[in-house]
Structure formats: C-alpha cells, structure tokens
C-alpha cells in the first residue's frame, strides 16, 4: 500500500524522522480519516481502493496537544520546521 508501515518506514529514513519526536500515520481508513479530522487535514479518498490522497504537511503539535504550526513538504520546511521545534520547545509546560 501507498502508506503501509514499510513505506512510510523508507520515507522516514528518506527524511531523517525519528519517533518520538516525528510520528507518521497509517491504519484503517477510517480510524484515518477520524485523526486527519481532528488534525484539519483536507483530502480525498478513492472509494474503490479506500486510498487517501493528502497533501504532505509537517504538523507541529504543541505541549497542550494543539496544531502549532503545518508545513508544507518542500525547500520551505527545511528552513521553517527547526524553528517551529524550537519556538515549541520555549512554550512552558501547563
């Protein structure tokens, strides 16, 4: 499948993504949809295949469990996404 375990496991690597600070999704698809709800992600789903096309998007989740900041994949992120953690990681804990 398109984001079954290995895959999303290469793409990872591809990208330097360690846990637990970077999390990738995959499960059902509608324990997916559920969490790509609650994350305010837009997408599409082909109903023969069950397949969700999304666009790829860092989310930074803040110490309060909240969507701090969303990143587009690309040249961007990699100027952006330290600086979203570290603005993060200043936030005190509740």
């Known amino acids: 499948g398109r984001d079954d375990p290995p895959t999303l496991r290469r793409l ?15 499960g059902a698809p509608a324990e997916v949809h559920a969490a ?3 994350l305010g992600i837009e997408r599409r789903s082909d109903p ?6 999304h666009p790829g998007t860092f989310l930074v989740i803040d110490r309060e469990g909240r969507v701090a900041y969303r990143l587009a994949l690309g040249a961007r ?18």
């Not at 023969?48 to 096309?53: E, F, K, N, S, V």
């Open 48 to 53: 023969a295949t069950g397949l969700i096309d």
């Open 12 to 26: 990872a690597d591809a990208h330097g993504l360690r846990a637990p600070g970077a999390r990738l999704l995959t």
């Open 77 to 94: 992120r990699s100027s952006w996404l330290p600086a979203a953690l570290r603005a993060c990681l200043r936030e005190p804990r509740a």
């Open 36 to 38: 790509l709800d609650a």
